[in-house]
C-alpha cells in the first residue's frame, strides 16, 4: 500500500520556523521526486518546493525561495522541509506528494500525503 504521511505542522508566531516531514513508504522511493504544495482558504493549491530523490535536484517557489529548505534522507524514505522566517501568508495545508518529476502542477504527481496544517500567527 502507497502511503505518505506528512507531519511537523502547527502553530508558529512570524518568524519562527517548523519543519514538517513526508514519510514514504509502498513505492521505490528512488524513482519519484517528492513535491510539497500548499493550500489556504479559498486558494488553489499551489508548488511550494521539490526534490529528485535520484539526483537531488532541488526547486522552489518564488515566494519561499531563501527562507525553506527541502532536503531527502533515501535511507528513511522521508522528506523534510525546513521553514525559516515564517509569514501569516505562509499559513496553509501542506501536502507532500509523489510523481515521476518535479513540477508545479499536481496532476503530475501520482500519490499524496492527508496534509498537515500550518498556522502562522503575526
Known amino acids: 500500500e502507497v502511503q505518505l504521511v506528512e507531519s511537523g505542522g502547527g502553530l508558529v508566531q512570524a518568524g519562527g520556523s517548523l519543519r514538517l516531514s513526508c514519510a514514504a513508504s509502498g513505492f521505490t522511493f528512488d524513482d519519484y521526486a517528492i513535491g510539497w504544495f500548499r493550500q489556504a482558504p479559498g486558494k488553489e493549491r499551489e508548488g511550494v518546493s521539490c526534490?529528485?530523490?535520484?539526483?537531488?535536484?532541488?526547486y522552489y517557489a518564488d515566494s519561499v525561495k531563501g527562507r525553506f529548505t527541502i532536503s531527502s534522507d533515501n535511507a528513511k524514505n522521508t522528506v523534510y522541509l525546513q521553514m525559516n522566517s515564517l509569514k501569516p501568508e505562509d499559513t496553509a495545508v501542506y501536502y507532500c506528494?509523489?510523481?515521476?518529476?518535479?513540477?508545479?502542477?499536481?496532476?503530475?504527481?501520482?500519490?499524496w500525503g492527508q496534509g498537515t496544517q500550518v498556522t502562522v500567527s503575526s
Open positions: 526534490i529528485s530523490s535520484s539526483d537531488g535536484s532541488t
Open positions: 506528494a509523489a510523481g515521476g518529476v518535479c513540477s508545479d502542477y499536481d496532476a503530475v504527481y501520482d500519490y
